[in-house]
């Protein structure tokens, strides 16, 4: 049984027309990939390689050159939390910042709470640098987050 359903196979076609090869589309398709199933299977890199006439390898060389992707061993939690910890925010808390939030999920930096929900990561900036010490909630940044607002942050990403 195909791990793609034709949703997001189509999506993944979409992008073909825009890009001036087949490969070019490898990694918008591994971020489909992930987005919807929170990690890139092996079975999804072998019909990725289908759709777009290439080898497993290639894509697989394409997903592990970035540390961005996960495969089915360590799947994302359905909110992926970055915290912040460049020259700025490192300046205004982020180690603590960061600590504050693994400590409360119990988790270490890139790890998953146990409900499955939240996945923390350290990132490099993050262009929020006027609200540091700032976080990336999936792609949408939040500024001045402070270790008190931490309880606030997690309730809110658990519903
Ligand atoms: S240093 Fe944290 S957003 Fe720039």
Redesign the pocket.
């Known amino acids: 049984m195909s791990v793609l359903s034709e949703e997001l196979r189509q999506k993944i076609l979409a992008y073909v027309p825009r890009y001036p090869n087949k490969q070019a589309v490898t990694l918008p398709a591994l971020h489909i990939v992930q987005d919807a199933l929170r990690c890139v299977p092996l079975e999804a890199i072998r019909e990725i390689a289908d759709l777009l006439d290439l080898s497993p390898a290639e894509v697989h060389d394409t997903m592990s050159f970035y540390g961005f992707f996960r495969d089915e061993k360590q799947p994302l939690g359905k909110t992926r939390l970055w915290v ?1 910890r ?5 300046l205004r808390g ?1 180690e603590e910042l960061l600590d504050t939030v693994c400590k409360k999920l119990n988790v270490q930096p890139g790890g998953t709470s146990a409900d499955g929900k939240i996945t923390v990561e350290f990132a490099e ?5 006027e609200g ?3 976080v990336l909630i999936d792609d949408e940044a939040r500024m001045n987050v402070t270790p008190d607002k931490v309880d606030a942050l997690l309730d809110e990403l658990r519903q």
């Open positions: 912040c460049s020259l700025a925010c490192g982020a900036c993050i262009g929020a640098c540091a010490p700032a």
